[in-house]
């Protein structure tokens, strides 16, 4: 190791770089981008991952929704093809027989024509419990959401979505107080949220307004829509899905093995899609930005074959005057891995910039397309170290070259 | 300190082999100044370059200080010359980017001998050549008898057995060629067994003993009348 801190292993490094200029910056440049690229895809990909968790952020990911179909199964003298609605028991059944519940929350939907003054919209109408706000959590731009006794007492109120007030109301008119038409019965505006990305309803925005006056004004008795399940984080969605699911077709009387009987929809396991989703861009970043180094790390080796070849005379009056074959290879590789970590740092502290330059322009804010575009430390140092082996594995090349050349025919160079 | 039996070496050229030399022998005792004199394609580099260890002969057998050479690797081959030879080329063979003391001290260098010490070393083999305040400059601001003075520095500096001489004048004038002859007559006054290839018969005649090589085979091999020929050959 000692030749490491030696002043003419530096020095030839250095003079072989200099003789080279255009060359070895060339080379160091294409190093330099697949780093860079690997830095900055890496980034990027971190950047998204980290907005999606804050999306779901606000939506309780092992959650599960559960509605009502047709039987697929005949089953005790009932016919396949038999419609099934869930009812207000079903959800206190399922309360009280599965374990690892967190919410059981019963909802309804419809679409209707809203009217404010002159304004109108056609928008989907939600009746909705307060616990409503912990699964699919609202961030209130003014007032509040639902409580329990707007339950109780059948309120004719409403929360609504940004989208709504936007399409409703006047520009800086305060919202909060202002009746609105749903289906010509005036509500009062108590809460007003901004758009989530995930959840159900329709791109126009949506009306939450309390699950019991919904029952009521529509007439739904003790039928329920649909459910959304939350499970407690210890347990696994997809256990309760099923149980709830075998629950049902007991309670309705449909076959056990009735799958289409009760449809369901597991956000965990589309969460988990997602991340797998994002795990394989990950993985086509390590790829790509693995595939642009390697390249860029062949040109090195490239350079220094040409390198080699100019300096088959040097090299052979170093052997003449008993530069040992090892002594000529570390050389050359020692050069090799020099480029390639030069390049390497020149490709980080730039890709870090470039990140840096993201995280302040796009990378703020509610509407970001990305949140802290981050790369790990250690990620960093695999780069490095793999840049580092690879320099040394493709300094092996020219390295070979250059000791298979006789001394006699390097000195018979002219 | 040379001793070469029955020397063979052909060099393949296409499907055919060129016989370069035919059953060579030759005995070069410590301290003597040889020549070999011969044509091109006699086969005078092809000796120089088995003697050097830079390449390796067929049939026969190769001595260097009693020790016979044979299944060489490159690295047994790389420490044999750095200990017991010293070359001077016609070219000189400096390296461009390096002083006139750091080429001298770079034999130094792969003995593994530190920076200072061999710095120190080659300034002395740079004063003896009389060059000592020539150290910092670079070889393309010497001329060319100052050149080949710095390659002879650098033959010296690891106190070799041999100093290996391939055309040491081929690339100078005559009263530079004249000097650097002188030289290595010195070195050779001081104990140096000293092995000059040239064609020029005026460069022989400088020397001891003066070995004809023509077609591979020794045609006559004589002493000269120099007045320094103290030491008797075979």
Known sequence: ?414 | MIKIEKLHKSYPIGKDSLHVLKGLDLHIKEGEFVSIMGSSGSGKSTLLNIVGLLDVHDEGYYYLNGQLIENLDEKKAAILRNKFLGFIFQSFNLITYKNALENVALPLYYQGMGRKERQKIALQYLDKVGLKDRADHLPSELSGGEKQRVAVARALVTNPKVILADEPTGALDSITSHSVMELLKEINREGMTVFVITHEEDIAEETDRIVRLKDGVIISDEKTNNKNNIKVSV
């Open chain 1, 1 to 414: 190791m000692k030749f490491l801190f030696d002043n003419d292993t530096w020095q030839e490094i250095f003079e072989s770089v200099r003789k080279n200029k255009m060359r070895t910056i060339i080379t160091i440049i294409g190093v330099m981008w697949g780093i860079f690229l690997l830095v900055v895809l890496l980034g990027a990909a971190k950047g998204v991952e980290n907005k999606f968790n804050n999306l779901f952020g606000n939506f309780a990911t092992n959650s599960v929704f559960v509605w009502a179909q047709s039987t697929s199964k005949p089953f005790k003298g009932f016919q396949e093809g038999k419609s099934l609605t869930l009812k207000i028991s079903d959800v206190d059944n399922i309360r009280k027989e599965i374990k690892g519940l967190e919410f059981v929350v019963p909802r309804y939907r419809t679409q209707a024509l809203v009217v404010n003054n002159f304004k109108t919209g056609n928008f989907g109408i939600f009746g909705d419990y307060p616990e409503l706000d912990k699964v699919e959590k609202k961030e209130l731009v003014y007032g509040r959401f639902i409580n329990d006794n707007d339950i109780n007492e059948n309120k004719k109120v409403c929360v609504i979505e940004e989208e709504i007030y936007k399409q409703l109301f006047d520009k800086d008119e305060y919202p909060i107080g202002q009746y609105i038409k749903i289906n010509n019965i005036n509500y009062n505006v108590i809460g007003m949220y901004k758009r989530s990305n995930v959840g159900g309803g329709g791109p126009q925005g949506n009306i939450h307004i309390p699950f019991t006056t919904f029952q009521q004004v529509y007439n739904m008795g003790d039928r329920v829509g649909w459910m959304m399940i939350t499970g407690k984080p210890e347990y696994n969605i997809s256990q309760i899905e099923a149980d709830v699911k075998l629950l049902l077709r007991n309670l309705h009387k449909v076959h056990p093995e009735d799958e289409r009987a009760f449809g369901s929809f597991n956000l965990g396991e589309a969460f988990a899609k997602f991340m797998g989703f994002l795990t394989g861009m990950q993985f086509l970043t390590w790829f790509v930005g693995i595939a642009t180094l390697i390249a860029g790390v062949f040109a090195i080796g490239n350079i220094l074959l040409i390198t080699v070849k100019e300096r088959t005379k040097e090299i052979g009056i170093r052997r003449a005057l008993g530069a040992k074959p090892w002594e000529v290879k570390r050389q050359i590789i020692l050069e090799s891995v020099f480029l390639t970590s030069v390049a390497g740092a020149l490709g980080i502290i730039s890709g870090g910039f470039i990140l840096m330059i993201i995280d302040t322009t796009i990378g703020q804010g509610e509407d970001s397309v990305l949140t802290n575009p981050t790369v790990d430390i250690p990620v960093i140092l695999i780069a490095a170290v793999t840049l580092v082996v690879l320099g040394t594995l493709i300094g092996l090349i020219p390295a070979q070259t250059a000791v298979s050349i006789k001394p006699i025919e390097a000195l018979r160079e002219e």
